[in-house]
């Protein structure tokens, strides 16, 4: 009896669902404002980028990942973008990824189960560290459930030790893992034990590592060399409110700009310096709702330039007075990823939720950089009734999209 329910739902399908002809294009149905609209910016755009990376040696390389929507690779700065693969992968979802430092073919890719409220959500069974040596042509699994003790945990990212970077670090809900070698045949991990609960962020000031961690509730940040394996934790930080949603920071010559995302409170902007264990806040009420302390940089070709996402925007400030200097609009809202170009000290990149942006003049205009960034979020699909061959779907911060009949003469929204 089963068998033969199931051959008339098969020959049921064939018979009136639409023919397997991929040929059809899609077409807008509104809102109407394409990603590079100088008006209305908060309508536009293609859907939400997690994070854009530079390849330091040839800025051209750019990486742009999507926690639903997967890895893009652009070789021309951005002007165009093709998936890095991920459409091979199990989980096409990439919370992180990055380029090895001397080498623009080898990337490192974090694949994710689901996003986690704008966050990379746990790896599952599938998911893990990925590796390609090839540009994103193939990909290999170096680390996952197995390596980390569990596949219920997220990875926040990645960081490679300046003095050699072929020595890898993973931050992960599970603690802080290693490999003194990421080209390896076969990768060896090694978790650092000095460090308990889960590990947020990390940077470097020469081969001395911050890092901040949570554990039992508790925010930290810990200093330690990795050569001499040397670690102590700053007390300043522990001593705050522990109503903390993310620390995260930046270098800034030989000192550490703090960012302290409170669960409730205003955040915080702090200056911690090594040689006197000074720490001192700079920045009261900053507002960080969106990228998870991650817009948030110093600019590498004047030191003397901070910014940050407040609340749906940008703001840039002078250090160390934290007097705001005029920062242009024209981007969309809820900005994810700040990134300054590695050579052009005017060039500035972000990711938000309408895909990526790019800054030539210092933050005065911006202009879309999402061509080809395949990212769209798909919230729902329907099918219409009198013509099986149209299709309608919905889509996260990019509007409405129509499936047009196959020979692309039938008006289906409003006039052509």
Same mark, same amino acid.
């Given at each position: 009896?089963?068998? !033969?329910?199931?051959?008339?739902?098969?020959?049921?399908?064939?018979? $009136?669902?639409?023919?397997?002809?991929?040929?059809?294009?899609?077409?807008?149905?509104?809102?109407?404002?394409?990603?590079?609209? /100088?008006?209305?910016?908060?309508?536009?755009?293609?859907?939400?980028?997690?994070?854009?990376?530079?390849?330091?040696?040839?800025?051209?390389? =750019?990486?742009?990942?999507?926690?639903?929507?997967?890895?893009? #690779?652009? %070789?021309?700065?951005?002007?165009?973008?093709?998936?890095? &693969? +991920?459409?091979?992968?199990?989980?096409?979802?990439?919370?992180?990824?990055?380029?090895?430092?001397?080498?623009?073919?080898?990337?490192?890719?974090?694949?994710?189960?689901?996003?986690?409220?704008?966050?990379? &959500?746990?790896?599952?069974?599938? @998911? @893990? #560290?990925?590796?390609?040596?090839?540009?994103?042509?193939?990909? %290999?699994?170096?680390?996952?459930?197995?390596?980390?003790?569990?596949?219920?945990?997220?990875?926040?990212?990645?960081?490679?030790? /300046?003095?050699?970077?072929?020595?890898?670090?993973?931050?992960?809900?599970?603690? =802080?893992? $290693?490999?003194?070698?990421?080209?390896?045949?076969?990768?060896?991990?090694?978790?650092?034990?000095? =460090?308990?609960?889960?590990?947020?962020?990390?940077?470097?000031?020469?081969?001395?590592?911050?890092?901040?961690?949570?554990?039992?509730?508790?925010?930290?940040?810990?200093?330690?060399?990795?050569?001499?394996?040397?670690?102590?934790?700053?007390?300043? #930080?522990?001593?705050?409110?522990? %109503?903390?949603?993310?620390?995260?920071?930046? /270098? =800034?010559?030989?000192?550490?700009?703090?960012?302290?995302?409170?669960?409730?409170?205003?955040?915080?902007?702090?200056?911690?310096? /090594? +040689?006197?264990?000074?720490?001192?806040?700079?920045?009261?009420?900053?507002?960080?709702?969106?990228?998870?302390?991650?817009?948030?940089?110093?600019?590498?070709?004047?030191?003397?330039?901070?910014?940050?996402?407040?609340? #749906?925007?940008?703001?840039? *400030?002078?250090?160390?007075?934290?007097?705001?200097?005029?920062?242009?609009?024209?981007?969309?809202?809820?900005?994810?990823?700040?990134?300054?170009?590695?050579?052009?000290?005017?060039?500035? *990149?972000?990711?938000?939720?309408?895909?990526?942006?790019? +800054?030539?003049?210092?933050?005065?205009?911006?202009?879309?950089?999402?061509?080809?960034?395949?990212?769209?979020?798909?919230?729902?699909?329907?099918? +219409?009734?009198?013509?099986?061959?149209?299709?309608?779907?919905?889509?996260?911060?990019?509007?409405?999209?129509?499936?047009?009949?196959?020979?692309?003469?039938?008006? !289906?929204?409003?006039?052509?």
């Amino acid at each position: 009896m089963k068998s !033969i329910l199931l051959l008339v739902a098969l020959y049921s399908f064939f018979v $009136y669902s639409q023919s397997w002809n991929y040929t059809g294009m899609w077409e807008n149905a509104g809102p109407n404002d394409k990603p590079d609209s /100088p008006t209305n910016i908060s309508a536009a755009g293609v859907g939400p980028a997690e994070f854009v990376r530079i390849f330091k040696n040839n800025p051209n390389y =750019l990486l742009a990942g999507s926690l639903s929507g997967g890895l893009f #690779i652009s %070789e021309d700065g951005g002007d165009s973008w093709l998936n890095a &693969g +991920s459409d091979s992968w199990d989980y096409s979802g990439c919370g992180w990824a990055d380029f090895h430092p001397e080498n623009k073919d080898i990337l490192f890719a974090y694949s994710n189960n689901a996003d986690n409220n704008g966050k990379p &959500g746990k790896m599952g069974v599938k @998911g @893990g #560290i990925l590796r390609t040596k090839d540009g994103g042509i193939s990909w %290999e699994m170096i680390a996952g459930g197995t390596e980390f003790g569990t596949s219920k945990i997220a990875v926040y990212g990645f960081r490679f030790l /300046p003095s050699n970077p072929n020595v890898l670090f993973i931050l992960s809900e599970a603690g =802080l893992f $290693y490999t003194k070698d990421c080209l390896a045949e076969k990768v060896s991990w090694i978790k650092y034990d000095g =460090l308990n609960g889960s590990i947020y962020d990390m940077d470097f000031i020469e081969d001395v590592a911050y890092v901040s961690s949570l554990k039992q509730n508790k925010w930290s940040i810990h200093r330690f060399d990795f050569t001499s394996q040397k670690q102590e934790t700053i007390p300043q #930080i522990e001593s705050l409110s522990d %109503e903390k949603r993310s620390i995260t920071f930046e /270098p =800034l010559n030989e000192k550490l700009i703090v960012l302290i995302d409170y669960t409730k409170l205003g955040d915080e902007l702090w200056e911690y310096n /090594p +040689s006197d264990t000074a720490f001192n806040q700079l920045k009261s009420g900053v507002q960080v709702n969106f990228g998870s302390g991650h817009t948030f940089a110093v600019n590498p070709h004047n030191k003397s330039e901070i910014i940050i996402g407040n609340s #749906i925007s940008l703001k840039r *400030y002078a250090y160390p007075s934290m007097k705001e200097i005029k920062l242009g609009g024209g981007y969309h809202v809820d900005v994810e990823f700040v990134n300054y170009h590695p050579s052009d000290t005017n060039k500035i *990149y972000i990711a938000c939720h309408g895909g990526i942006y790019l +800054s030539e003049d210092k933050g005065a205009k911006w202009i879309s950089k999402s061509n080809g960034l395949g990212i769209a979020e798909v919230m729902g699909l329907d099918v +219409s009734e009198s013509d099986p061959n149209q299709l309608v779907i919905g889509c996260f911060h990019d509007g409405s999209t129509v499936y047009a009949d196959y020979n692309k003469t039938e008006i !289906i929204f409003g006039e052509r």
